[in-house]
């Protein structure tokens, strides 16, 4: 099957990834220890190019056809702004640094990769389980620990223990609690023991009908 190429998209990140290596480059070269987090940055950027090509969603797994929009929002928050504070750090409160250039840079880069690798293999896959929602969450908490360490902000230690890890928390909770749900719904409405590829989009498709049935109902009462 030819894949078909998303023209707009491609354009539009291949301009994000020249801007941003030019600008990174100018932004951060003019301070010490830059090097190892420029190409961490990039990396950061390239993968998230090619999430939005992809149109995957950056922070729920989009496994569950079934989104709690306000977790993903303010996850989202605390990850862009994470990024942020991580850059100032580096530029303007270098006071609050970690000092462990190279080493933290260097196991960060490798957690970011990992974490990168787990996810993939979370996504690749066409039947979900729980133990493929964990290991998505699992990449996002790796995810989160490259930050704080590529970074070496202070700052970021406490904002990811205390926002960004319960917000994991939550968004793992909250897939786990609907994919129970739906299981429930497949085998004891369905009557159906094993799921197969072929009627998964159906399954979903009829629990998500359920679903908003009884949204109705709730609402006219």
Not at 10 to 39: A, C, D, E, M, T
Not at 89 to 100: E, R
Not at 181 to 191: G, M
Request: glycine share 4%; with cysteine.
């Amino acid at each position: 099957m030819q894949t078909k190429i998303k023209w707009k998209r491609l354009i539009w990140v291949i301009f994000i990834y020249l801007y941003s290596g030019l600008f990174f480059y100018n932004f951060l070269n003019p301070y010490s220890n830059w090097h190892l987090v420029y190409v961490y940055t990039m990396f950061l950027i390239v993968w998230l190019g090619v999430e939005y090509y992809e149109k995957h969603l950056f922070f729920q797994s989009g496994l569950l056809r079934y989104f709690n929009w306000s977790l993903r929002t303010f996850f989202a928050l605390f990850f862009y702004s994470s990024f942020i504070v991580g850059l100032a750090t580096l530029v303007w409160w270098q006071d609050n640094k970690i000092n462990f250039y190279p080493f933290g840079q260097i196991v960060g880069i490798a957690l970011f990769i990992y974490s990168i690798i787990l996810r993939r293999r979370a996504l690749a896959e066409q039947i979900i389980t729980q133990d493929i929602i964990s290991t998505f969450y699992l990449s996002l908490c790796f995810l989160t620990i490259s930050v704080v360490l590529a970074y070496g902000s202070i700052f970021l230690i406490p904002y990811a223990i205390f926002i960004g890890f319960p917000l994991i928390l939550l968004q793992y909770n909250f897939e786990k609690k609907h994919y129970k749900r739906f299981e429930e719904f497949v085998h004891n409405k369905e009557q159906i023991s094993m799921i197969k590829i072929q009627q998964y989009d159906k399954l979903w498709d009829k629990y998500l009908d359920r679903l908003q049935k009884k949204s109705k109902n709730r609402n006219k009462k």
